[in-house]
């Protein structure tokens, strides 16, 4: 089946979903496909995974509709079947906050932390106060005499990624994927990922400047 085929089957199975609640159970004769349904449960399942800061719920037409972007920007691309699968992520774009989460058409990535990583140029006059290592996510807390904390996080690439908007907010390259910058008056952000894993960094806001440079040197944390 073409990309344009699968777009036109998606759109079709978005729209039936939608739809749904409107009608008789008993004269809805439409069948999903086994791909289709494979995908949206691994989709659902996927929602109900950890976030990174807070739980959205993804209606399952939503789930359709994205489905449907991601069949149609994979063929304005053109890229060859034969080529490796990399990693994607799909943006839906809020009034106060942007939500990010990995394609599924994305290759597996680690169910659990199997790297751990730290920060390895923490500014002067923090030390580690906390470090915390999980299944699914680890964390690293430095503090300095005057209370500031820099909070390091890293969790499994198959988790939700939520950043606040309603502020200031800019993308940087890193990695070779979007990293996003962004905070308040108070406190400054930054959210990246390696392919593997997604790394986040919260300092005061006067380390603003410093957020690239310290996202640029992690290292692997020595256990």
Known sequence: MTNKELFIQAFLEADAIKMEKYQNKDDFHHEFSKSFEKKMNKLIAKNNRISLYTRRKISKALIAATIAIIVLFTGLMSVSASREKIIEFVENILSQYTQIELSEDSPETPDTIETAYTISNIPEGFTLKQYELEEIIAYAIWQNENGEEIVFRQVILNS??????????????????????????????????????????????RYKDDLIEMAENISIKNQ
């Open 160 to 205: 939700e990624l939520s950043i606040d908007n309603e502020n200031y907010y800019e993308k940087y390259k890193l990695n070779g994927y979007d990293a996003y910058i962004y905070g308040d008056d108070l406190d400054a952000f930054m959210s990246w990922t390696d392919g593997k894993y997604w790394f986040s960094l919260h300092t005061p806001i």
